[in-house]
């Protein structure tokens, strides 16, 4: 097996709805992205040849993923006001809405769907909120 890593950061805030302690207050992080995707054969032709994939594609296709969320505000669907959530709407501020709490466990199944989404098998990708904070998604 042929296993193929890069990774990819972004800065965005969250918080966590309905959780008791300080994650429950608006916070950024410097999220990290690692994503890796695996092969049992290698193109045997063309420019490929000898590769899975070339890193320049696998790290553009992670990049544009990841950009979407950066210097953004994600939220859980419903876990604002509808008069505060228009009033940072009004003031022009970036909000992604999941319909999942953005731990670091769900953005490692989000980004793990959306490289799927791109033709990848994903064998894993692991999320950090900080240095040494991090969750894994993996498919078995």
């Known amino acids: 097996m042929y296993t193929l890593k890069t990774e990819h950061s972004f800065d965005a805030a969250h918080f966590l709805y309905g959780y008791e302690g300080k994650c429950s207050n608006i916070h950024g992080h410097r999220w990290r992205v690692v994503a890796e995707v695996s092969s ?10 000898g590769m899975y994939v070339d890193f320049g594609d696998l790290k553009k296709d992670l990049k544009e993923i990841v950009d979407y969320l950066d210097h953004c505000l994600i939220i859980e669907t419903g876990s604002l006001k509808e008069t505060t959530l228009k009033a940072l ?22 980004f793990y769907d959306k490289m799927i989404g791109r033709g990848y098998r994903v064998k894993q990708i692991t999320v950090y909120e900080t240095p040494n904070n991090a969750a894994s998604y993996t498919q078995d």
């Open 89 to 110: 709407q009004d003031e022009n501020f970036r909000i992604i809405q999941f319909a999942f709490r953005p731990t670091a466990e769900n953005m490692a199944k989000y």
């Open 40 to 49: 049992d054969e290698l193109e045997t032709t063309g420019q490929n040849r």
